[in-house]
């Protein structure tokens, strides 16, 4: 038994704390922003769900878990219809573009030669103390151009073999932020108690002017997308009306 139980707890203490800020000091703070940003994401979709959770609650007596279960399987329908669209006309587009760009590099190098070798034959056409400079430019102005083109077609290739690779990744992620979105939303008002109790009120107010901000920056461009749409419906309508 230690004589001395109270200098046994200081140090005991003393090497727990150092413990902890060797512990917070190692932490990778790449794969903590991984682990938050489903958190996070599932937050930013429980609240987009939460006024026709609201709007559902003043028309049905459905408990608040079920209301949220719902409105919160909706916006996944409808998120995952426009990515779905979206997503497969971009993957095709960068596709095809990668399977085209080797041709189109190797129909571009005559002309980028015949050019390069015109800009010289001008250049070895100026002064003395000018000629040289000026081919070495040309030179290194081609140079850096054919490398340029080489870079964009390895990142494009790069980035499907990569999109590819994080596909398990992509996945995990997902579930975490649906499952996050399902349990957030059904206790949000909770959640966002627990917030204000916590952040500090300076905080509090610089989000409330981000999300009125960001609803009226939102709200707008929704407005004018509907009024182009319309414009360019009734454009196409007249014009189809007129060719009978």
Same mark, same amino acid.
């Given at each position: ?23 917070? *000091? ?22 987009? *769900?939460?006024? &026709? ?17 719902? #409105? ?7 998120? #995952?219809?426009?990515? #779905?669209?979206? %997503?497969?006309?971009?993957?095709? @587009?960068?596709? =095809? ?15 980028? =030669?015949?050019?390069? @070798? %015109? ?12 000629? *040289? ?11 850096? %151009?054919?490398?340029?083109?080489e870079s964009v077609y390895a990142f494009l290739s790069g980035l499907v073999s990569g999109v590819v690779a994080g596909v398990p990744g992509l996945f995990l992620g997902t579930v975490t932020t649906v499952v996050a979105t399902y349990m957030t939303? &059904? ?51 007249? %014009? ?5």
């Amino acid at each position: 038994r230690y004589q001395n139980n109270y200098l046994l707890n200081r140090i005991s203490g003393f090497f727990f704390d150092m413990m902890i800020v060797a512990g917070i *000091a190692s932490l990778n703070l790449e794969g903590v922003r991984a682990l938050l940003l489903p958190f996070l994401l599932a937050y930013l979709l429980a609240s987009a *769900a939460e006024p &026709a959770v609201a709007a559902l609650g003043r028309r049905t007596p459905l408990p608040r878990w079920g209301r949220s279960g719902l #409105c919160v399987t909706g916006l996944f329908l409808l998120v #995952c219809v426009v990515l #779905c669209f979206f %997503g497969r006309v971009l993957w095709e @587009e960068l596709l =095809r573009l990668v399977r085209q760009l080797p041709g189109l590099l190797a129909q571009l190098q005559p002309t980028l =030669r015949s050019l390069r @070798e %015109g800009l010289e034959a001008l250049a070895a056409k100026a002064p003395e103390g000018l000629a *040289a400079p000026l081919i070495r430019w040309i030179g290194e102005l081609f140079d850096g %151009g054919a490398g340029l083109l080489e870079s964009v077609y390895a990142f494009l290739s790069g980035l499907v073999s990569g999109v590819v690779a994080g596909v398990p990744g992509l996945f995990l992620g997902t579930v975490t932020t649906v499952v996050a979105t399902y349990m957030t939303s &059904a206790a949000l008002p909770q959640v966002k108690a627990w917030l204000r109790r916590r952040l500090p009120q300076a905080w509090l107010e610089r989000l409330r002017e981000l999300r009125a901000r960001t609803r009226a920056v939102f709200g707008g461009w929704c407005r004018a997308q509907v009024k182009l749409g319309l414009v360019v419906f009734g454009l196409l309508a007249l %014009g189809l009306w007129l060719l009978g």
